[in-house]
């Protein structure tokens, strides 16, 4: 009997914040590991997703959207940790927001050069673009900053161009191993799950009241004999004031939050769940 070749690699989905990075991961995956949202920098950390299709394994770092420096544009806190995640991909995606090609992509650009890696272009939101003639003019330009890239035009909300896209991924994976079984799509932990589903529904729910630094502490996660989750969170703001804004007139923010978190961990766990969230502050 022959043996397949089996392939497997590294990919790394970069740009700037509110772009689609996550947007594209999840519907790369088919799950929702990453959250989505209109405001900026909602992923906070690095995401790892993981697609196994037959013989190939593509294991995706998705980064939180870089941040720039107001006085000398330059990338700030996101930059080492870039290149530590470098080290060990086999490609880079670089995604930018239709044609708005701005000074902070052509420093990314210019930073994922460096890296030596394959980079493919990712033109998102194309179903933003009534006139897909003007797409032409700005691949040409593209093409020009770069040699051997490979540019596409994709939605990653709509699902266009999605099914190119994989194969393109496929033709970069190594001759390899599969590092993590066929059943796996995320190396995050349940910890960070969960946290993860909280804060998107902080974010949902505070909008533009919502404090810039929010964090979600999941301080116990016990499985009482395998019947129901019982978690405690805490949701870590900067002063009362915050604490206030989070837990809304009679504590009615908070429950709803808390309401319909509860109902997205028991969706994504098939348990029953006891959610417990409290507020505190810094100070
Ligand atoms: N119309 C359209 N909207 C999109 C597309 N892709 C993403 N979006 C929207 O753009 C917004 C930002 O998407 P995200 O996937 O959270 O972007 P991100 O780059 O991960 O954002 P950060 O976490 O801030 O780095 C959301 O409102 C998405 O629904 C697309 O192809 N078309």
Request: glycine share 4%; proline share 2%; hydrophobic share 40%.
């Amino acid at each position: 009997m022959k043996i397949k070749k089996k392939y497997c690699g590294h990919v790394i989905i970069v740009g700037k914040a509110n772009v689609g990075k996550s947007t594209l991961l999840n519907n790369i995956i088919g799950k929702k590991i990453s959250i989505v949202s209109r405001k900026k920098n909602t992923t906070q950390s690095n995401i790892t997703g993981i697609k196994t299709e037959d013989n190939y394994q593509s294991i995706y770092i998705d980064t939180p959207g870089v941040v720039f420096d107001k006085n000398n544009n330059q990338m700030k806190h996101h930059k080492n940790n870039f290149y530590q995640t470098t080290q060990i991909a086999t490609l880079i995606i670089f995604i930018i927001d239709r044609i708005d090609w701005t000074i902070h992509d052509e420093i990314i650009l210019n930073e994922i050069k460096k890296t030596k890696i394959p980079i493919l272009i990712i033109i998102n939101k194309i179903d933003k673009i009534s006139n897909k003639i003007i797409l032409l003019p700005f691949i040409n330009f593209l093409k020009k900053k770069i040699d051997f890239i490979e540019i596409l035009p994709i939605s990653a909300k709509k699902i266009s161009n999605l099914i190119l896209l994989k194969n393109i991924i496929k033709s970069y994976l190594p001759e390899n191993c599969h590092i993590y079984p066929e059943c796996y799509v995320t190396t995050n932990s349940d910890f960070f799950t969960v946290s993860e589903i909280i804060r998107e529904q902080l974010i949902l729910f505070l909008g533009d009241e919502l404090p810039s630094i929010i964090k979600v502490e999941i301080e116990s996660f016990k499985k009482k004999e395998k019947i129901a989750l019982y978690i405690k969170a805490i949701i870590w703001v900067k002063n009362v004031r915050q604490k206030s804004i989070v837990i809304g007139h009679n504590g009615e923010k908070i429950k709803k939050i808390s309401m319909i978190s509860r109902n997205n961990i028991e969706k994504k766990f098939y348990i029953k769940t006891h959610l417990v969230l409290w507020v505190k502050d810094k100070n």
